[in-house]
């Protein structure tokens, strides 16, 4: 079993690591702290209590992982923060533990997190995420996988975003964000049609974003009552999977949440 610590990093003693670990100059990690193996951890990193992080992640200088969550109503209880593997953190990044509303925060794998990016308590963040320099995430929102936020975006508390998902820069994202769509703006957060090309890149046909896109139109264009639209794609459009998830999604929001509004939809 191999690993590399920096005499200078401080290692609680029931931290557990895996093999192939690296912990450089002056990180600090605490009891209770798991480690999956060929983890690299850079100089200045601390990681708190309860973090779960698994394998062939890369933790750069500054981040600070699984503290307490910034909610006032935090008691101190026992919660965790789960990171996937292969995830890459960035410098000054932090990536809060979960509160007693869930008793953690989970983060996929696969995932970049750009410097001075934050992740709030409770969130549930998917796979091959990308968040660009300084996003934060507010408590409790969902992301999908193969979403890409953009740069000094803000992304309120409980806001849900759906898989592949394209997120413009400096965005206040305060509404919901369909799947398979792009969304942008700080005035008036607007939808702006699919996002065509990151569907392409990842293998969809164009039947099936010729599929989304008729979905789409019936939902934001149709001038129907949104009860009325969900029900019209149903009957019009073929139980595909990726039209089933589009569904679910509007129908499983909690929290009297709203969705984005249509705008340039070609």
């Known amino acids: 079993m191999k690993r590399t610590i920096h005499p200078t990093a401080i290692l ?17 990690i ?19 209590s309860g973090a779960r992080i698994g394998k062939e992640c890369k933790i750069y200088s500054g981040a600070v992982l ?27 990044v932090t990536l809060n533990r979960g509160t007693k509303a869930s008793g953690k925060t989970v983060i996929g794998s696969d995932n970049l997190f750009m410097a001075y990016s934050h992740v709030g308590h409770d969130c549930v963040l998917g796979n091959h ?10 408590g409790h929102c969902e992301v999908g996988d193969f979403v890409v936020v953009g740069g000094v975006s803000g992304v309120h508390q409980f806001v849900r975003i759906g898989r592949f998902s394209m997120i413009g820069a400096l965005s206040r994202v305060t509404l919901d964000v369909p799947p398979f769509v792009m969304a942008s703006g700080n005035d008036s957060f607007r939808f702006e049609g699919l996002n065509s090309i990151g569907l392409k890149r990842r293998g969809f046909s164009s039947e099936k974003i010729t599929m989304i896109k008729d979905a789409y139109r019936i939902v934001f264009q149709s001038g129907l009552l949104l009860s009325n639209a969900l029900e019209k794609v149903k009957s019009e459009l073929p139980p595909e999977p990726e039209l089933l998830e589009i569904l679910d999604f509007f129908v499983s929001g909690t929290h009297g949440r709203k969705f ?4 340039n939809h070609k």
Not at 129 to 138: Q, S
């Open 12 to 28: 609680g003693q029931t931290a557990l690591l895996g093999d192939d670990v690296i912990v450089g100059p002056y990180s600090v």
């Open 30 to 48: 605490e009891d209770d702290v798991e480690i999956g193996d060929g983890t690299i951890i850079w100089p200045h990193v601390h990681i708190g």
């Open 66 to 92: 699984a503290t307490e969550p910034q909610d006032l109503k935090f008691s101190g209880e026992k919660t965790y923060l789960y990171v996937g593997d292969r995830t890459v953190i960035r410098e000054c």
């Open 129 to 138: 995420v990308v968040v660009a320099n300084g996003v934060p995430f507010g």
């Open 260 to 263: 984005i509004r249509p705008f």
